[in-house]
């Protein structure tokens, strides 16, 4: 079976990606300039996280011989009300990610391309850990309301994750 029906669904996903990575880079630096440097520091590994992503479809798509044509990445936004605003803001964008790869899914599957579809399960078991994780930390920000000083504890927290994945 031919890949060509999936090439484009999966560049426009290479730019979903690099969008949630710019969008995270642009959360951080958020961050930074309020001095909550735990939460910055989360968000500039999601970013990373996010790069990373991209170049797994990319390298997807030239494995199967298709060509990867970048799209326009736009201005992610830069000013947030709150900390619980950022966080909301990404559980939304992740869903929203989540929907793109069952969409994707759907028509791997409709066009009989099963390495694909084994290919973008991947993506579909990490949404679930991706919602999970932006979903814990909301729930927390929730919990502590507007403290100050609890925010400022849950951002040392945040500065104790290791890895970008
Ligand atoms: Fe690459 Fe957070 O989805």
């Given at each position: 079976?031919?890949?060509?029906?999936m090439?484009?669904?999966?560049?426009?996903?290479?730019q979903?990606?690099?969008?949630?990575?710019?969008?995270?880079?642009?959360?951080?630096?958020?961050?930074?300039?309020?001095?909550?440097?735990?939460?910055?520091?989360?968000?500039?590994?999601?970013?990373?996280?996010?790069?990373?992503?991209?170049?797994?479809?990319?390298?997807?798509?030239?494995?199967?011989?298709?060509?990867?044509?970048?799209?326009?990445?736009?201005?992610?936004?830069?000013d947030?009300?709150?900390?619980?605003?950022?966080?909301?803001?990404?559980?939304?964008?992740?869903?929203?990610?989540?929907?793109?790869?069952?969409?994707?899914?759907?028509q791997?599957?409709?066009?009989?391309?099963?390495?694909?579809?084994?290919?973008?399960?991947?993506?579909?078991?990490?949404?679930?850990?991706?919602e999970?994780?932006?979903?814990?930390?909301?729930?927390?920000?929730?919990?502590?309301?507007?403290k100050?000083?609890?925010?400022?504890?849950?951002?040392?927290?945040?500065?104790?994750?290791?890895?970008?994945?």
């Amino acid at each position: 079976m031919s890949f060509k029906g999936m090439r484009d669904g999966l560049n426009t996903q290479v730019q979903n990606e690099i969008y949630s990575s710019y969008l995270y880079l642009s959360m951080a630096a958020y961050f930074h300039s309020n001095n909550l440097n735990g939460f910055a520091h989360w968000m500039r590994l999601q970013s990373s996280e996010e790069m990373g992503h991209a170049m797994k479809i990319y390298d997807y798509i030239i494995q199967r011989g298709g060509r990867v044509q970048l799209k326009e990445i736009k201005k992610p936004p830069h000013d947030f009300k709150s900390v619980k605003e950022v966080m909301e803001k990404t559980l939304a964008h992740e869903q929203s990610v989540t929907q793109c790869f069952h969409e994707l899914y759907e028509q791997a599957a409709k066009q009989k391309d099963y390495a694909t579809q084994s290919f973008l399960q991947w993506f579909i078991n990490e949404q679930v850990e991706e919602e999970a994780a932006v979903n814990e930390i909301l729930q927390k920000l929730y919990l502590i309301a507007d403290k100050s000083s609890s925010i400022l504890y849950l951002d040392k927290e945040m500065k104790k994750r290791a890895t970008s994945s």
